[in-house]
């Protein structure tokens, strides 16, 4: 139960009115702090000196003139001439009515404790009501804005911004954070090495994209380690693969089929320009060597650093952002491990699925549908979506390859991003119905459809031909499924369809068609 004055929690101490009028919504059972039961009638308060204020509490719902919270409860101090009401907090902890601060304007600031529209000179964003001001420079600041600190990290930038009071640079300025419009002569965040990058001075705190660390004062961290070392001629000795050298090959000509893939990203590497080593087939794609040991992601406010698997126990994960099971590099910190997939996304950047560019979108109030599976759900915690129109996609869907090489002896498959019902269309693999509206694949050729699961399966991204260990108390081999018959998953009884399925001695051979599966029978030999 709360109270109903602060909307705090009941204490021992407390009052209750017995006039059973009192019951209502915004004051259920008529519950009083004892310090609120016993409020003075009339106080005087710093930020009103012209009149007493009047204890009341039936008003209505109105705004703190000072901190403009909504006073809910009914609860309020008031001065009927003036119009002038402030909530119980501030008129226990009134504002100071002079602040020195110098970091944020060289003379002292004063509060202006009233009802007024102004632009915040730090924030830019408009105010309407009690502002601390300096009449000598026309500078008028949020109280909020007063503390904001001065140099810090935030997860959608990889080096550190820092708050000035001006930003002063020309062009279509655009917030790193919301990505709404910056004004060039208000203040916010800005970057010394990328001068294009700005940030409104509220945001950071707003959309929990702060680690909370102030670090004006603190030496920034010494230069980024890099992945690799140049040891030779197109040679280089990569963090994750330190005992072989690996040669670089970026001619193309050398064509491998679907079942050689990058270490890190887990995808086939056909004809791409990679590293790799002669002594063991360890591959990476080139732009997989050049990930950052280091990165801010805007999924957590916290650092990640990346991390490759043991060569000799390779295990399993499920990504944070797109809930794929992925056995390559990661991006991890704490317990939260982000595949290089998800760990590459850059917002604001243009992509070939939507005609606007694309930004990361956390709600866990709001569910958006994702317009390439129309799924709601766990997956669209984690989304991309556009400023310009309802358009939102998931990030499993964000990571779906463009081609994959289904058969080796047929023309790729190329996927599609969904088009108008022009009949029915059927699954080649499962022969069930294809919703045109979802993205599917199709083969130019031969004009099949095919659903993306039945395509891809739950366990495309863990390296095929390995033993990978699941959750500290599974061990599993990844095979193709690309024999004369499809085995029986040992869960579900039905035939293992995807084009790779898992087996597990346990002591005799068994076969798992997919992720739900093999979370059963490892819930189920605990």
Known sequence: M????????????????????????ANPGGWFHKECGESPSEINHPSHPEHPLTFNAKTGYKRCHLCGLLIRTHVLYHCSKCNFSICIDCKRNPPPLTVQHTKTHRHTLSLLARRVSFTCNVCGMQGDRSPYSCIQCSFLVHRDCIDLPRVININRHDHRISLTDHIGRRGNLKCGVCHQSVNQYCGGYTCST?????????CPTKHRVWDGVELQGIPEEEEVIPPFKVVGDNLIKHFSHENHILRLESDGTS???????????????Y?????????????????CANLPRKKRLPFRNIEFKLYAPDMDSYEAFECYACKTMFSGFRYKAYRISIDVRCGTFSELESYDFHDHPAVYYNDKKASPRCRACHQRGEMS?????????????????FNLPRVVKHKDDEPPLSLCYGEDPNGNYWCDICEGETNPKDWFYTCSHSGVTLHVQCV?????????????????????EVVPN?????????????????????????????????????????????
Not at 194 to 202: E, K, L, Q, R, T
Not at 383 to 395: I, Y
Request: aromatic letters at 10%.
């Open 271 to 287: 004809s791409d320009p990679v590293y790799s080593c002669e002594q063991c087939g360890f591959i990476l794609h080139e732009t």
């Open 381 to 397: 915690q984690h989304m991309l979506s556009c400023d310009d129109c309802d358009f939102a996609l998931d990030f499993r869907c």
């Open 255 to 269: 064509t491998r089929d679907e079942k050689t893939r990058c270490e890190a990203c887990v995808s086939p590497v």
């Open 194 to 202: 990328c001068p294009d990058f700005v940030v409104h001075s509220s």
């Open 482 to 526: 690309d024999h004369c018959s499809r085995p029986f998953c040992a869960c579900c009884q039905s035939r293992c369809i995807g084009p790779f399925f898992l087996t597990i001695s346990n002591p005799e051979i068994i076969y798992i068609c997919s992720e739900g599966c093999l979370k059963k029978r490892s819930l189920s030999h605990l």
């Open 456 to 476: 891809l399966g739950d366990f495309s991204f863990l390296m095929p031909r390995r033993m990978i260990k699941y959750r500290r108390y599974c061990k599993f």
């Open 2 to 25: 709360e109270v109903s004055a602060l909307k705090l929690p009941i204490h021992k101490h407390r009052y209750r009115c017995n006039d059973s009028g009192c019951y209502n919504n």
